[in-house]
């Protein structure tokens, strides 16, 4: 009975065991087999690796290659903290290099997150230094961060990038698919402890095109210097200016008050970052004289001898038109009306013109539409159409009040005038990867006759009697407008807040440089001539012999 017993024990052992061996021949055949393949793969995916290799950001250069934005390396710090041993020792060696406290550095290391950021965007001599000390569970992912090399040197204009790399603002956001380049990709096989055995370059890293911008650093420091003076003198709200060669549209020099540091955006106010010179709409004023006594020449109606009786006040509807000073009736001729700048003489001029002409000057000259400058955020202005004229309309909008306007649209349809009577957009960049950009197409508003005498009648401007005689600079012929516009508030013109303004060019018969300065509720003086063409002068004193600008 024992031995019965212990032959069945035996039996089941036996059988037992070809089960079990079965079953592991039938894993074998299926790791072997069925699964091998995917097994494979699994195996080489641990010890093979692929990083992204960032691509840099295209550069941003002036005219003459001095850099105005350019990409560095960097790198963001992340720790495995499961595999931090001794993490207070590890914090203490990595404090002074992430530029953080121990206790800070510490904290972070003790989450038992598995994947915790120490850093972003370190940069590359600091991350190198990190990398050499060797810690496991330390690790360094390749980026590039944004560097703009002149700090507030027309930050308004180049703009700036989001943490992810594109762009946010300015050229950065307008030119964001060109600047971006292409991320490579490396292929790295590891050994049994991790060490690289092998690094292939599976793609290769292509970087963003470089721009070459019109502007000009020397000029644009000049400028900017300029207008931080009339910021810290009159208190304005904002002020812009823009200087530009009238013949091509290029733009020389862009700058926005209050400044804003491109490497530390946030430490100004919101409202700096904007870029007034595409985007304030304003009533231009006098400036805008020009305008309507450009489509009178052109349509024949007057000469720059053309007098008119000049009444001490003028009813047209429900308005009273006075000039800026007070005078008795007198007799001026059109070069006379913008010299002084006559409210009174512009409206009497665009009673020649009519509603319907004066109408088609007005968008002859560009406004009411976006100019086409490659700048983001271009407004087109406001500008009403006849049928919502009123009986007074026509006693106002001659000398600009009534629409509104940005002080590219201002600067564009001057440069018109400069230039013999091409209308053209504004430009910024020169060049792409080192290609020339072609001009902007222009078309033809008014003769170059009629070009001709405006600016001989904006010279008078500049000369003894005119608005902005004090701008003038001895030596150099120059022509110009002043403006001093109320600032309209709640439907009312307010009669202690205005927009000071001057837009001139230089020399007069053949002008090379174009500026025009908007300064935005400026304090104390209020008027174009004291406030907005001083800075000008200044500017284009500067500016004539640094371009090598002749003074006729």
């Known amino acids: 009975m024992a031995v019965r017993d212990l032959d069945r024990r035996i039996a089941g052992i036996f059988l037992a065991f070809v089960a079990l061996l079965g079953l592991a021949l039938i894993k074998a055949v299926d790791f072997g087999v069925f699964r091998a ?101 330390i690790s360094l992912l390749p980026r590039t961060t944004r560097f703009y090399p002149r700090g507030w040197a027309a930050s308004q204009v180049i703009g700036s990038v989001h943490g992810s790399g594109t762009g946010a603002s300015g050229l950065e956001y307008f030119y964001n698919h060109q600047l971006t380049g292409t991320d490579g990709l490396r292929r790295i096989v590891n050994d049994a402890i991790g060490q690289p055995i092998s690094i292939d370059d599976v793609r290769a890293t292509r970087p963003g095109a470089t721009f070459r911008l019109t502007l000009d650093s020397a000029l644009q420091d000049e400028v900017e210097q300029v207008l931080a003076g009339v910021g810290a003198q009159y208190r304005p709200k904002g002020a812009t200016a823009i200087f530009m060669n009238p013949q091509t549209g290029a733009i020389l020099a862009l700058a926005n008050w209050p400044r804003v540091n491109a490497n530390d955006p946030t430490s100004a106010p919101t409202y700096a970052s904007q870029d007034r010179a595409v985007n304030f709409n304003y009533e231009p004023g006098s400036t805008f004289k020009a305008v309507t006594v450009a489509g009178a020449l052109q349509d024949g109606l007057v000469t720059p001898s053309t007098p008119f009786n000049i009444p001490s006040v003028l009813q047209v509807a429900d308005r009273t038109i006075h000039d800026a ?21 512009a409206d ?47 006693g106002n909008l001659p000398f600009g009040q009534g629409e509104s306007v940005t002080p590219i649209q201002m600067a564009t349809a001057y440069a018109a005038i400069a230039n013999g009577g091409i209308l053209r957009p504004a430009h910024i960049v020169d060049a792409i990867n080192g290609k020339p950009v072609p001009l902007p197409a222009g078309h033809r508003i008014i003769s170059p006759s009629t070009a001709a005498e405006l600016r001989g009648m904006l010279r008078g401007v500049l000369g003894e009697g005119g608005t902005a005689s004090g701008a003038a600079i001895p030596g150099y012929d120059m022509a110009g407008k002043t403006g001093t516009a109320n600032i309209a508030i709640n439907g009312k013109y307010s009669n202690t807040e205005f927009i000071a303004s001057f837009v001139g060019m230089v020399p007069t018969n053949h002008p090379q440089l174009l500026g025009m300065v908007v300064v935005d509720e400026p304090q104390g003086s209020i008027y174009g001539g004291s406030v907005a063409a001083p800075a000008f002068q200044k500017i284009v004193g500067w500016a004539v012999p640094y371009l090598g600008i002749s003074p006729h």
């Open 348 to 394: 009497l001029i665009g009673a020649k013109l009519g509603a319907n002409r004066f109408d088609y000057w007005v968008r002859r000259f560009g406004f009411g539409a976006k100019t086409g400058v490659n700048l983001p955020g271009e407004d087109g202005g406001i500008i009403l159409p006849v049928s919502k004229y009123s009986g007074s309309s026509m």
């Open 37 to 137: 393949s995917s097994l494979q793969q699994a195996a080489v995916s641990q010890q093979i690796t692929r990083d992204v290799l960032p691509a840099p950001r295209g550069t941003i250069t002036d005219r003459n290659g001095v850099d105005l934005a350019i990409s560095e390396s960097a790198d963001d710090v992340i720790a495995d903290d499961f595999l931090i041993k001794q993490p207070l020792a590890t914090a203490q060696k990595l404090a002074p290099l992430l530029g953080k406290p121990v206790l800070t550095v510490l904290a972070l290391l003790s989450k038992r997150d598995g994947y915790v950021h120490l850093a972003r965007l370190l940069p590359a001599d600091r991350a190198t230094q990190i990398s050499k000390l060797q810690i496991n569970g």
């Open 325 to 345: 000073e007070a005078h008795g009736d007198e007799t001026l001729s059109v070069a006379g009306i913008l010299a002084k700048s006559s409210n009174i003489g």
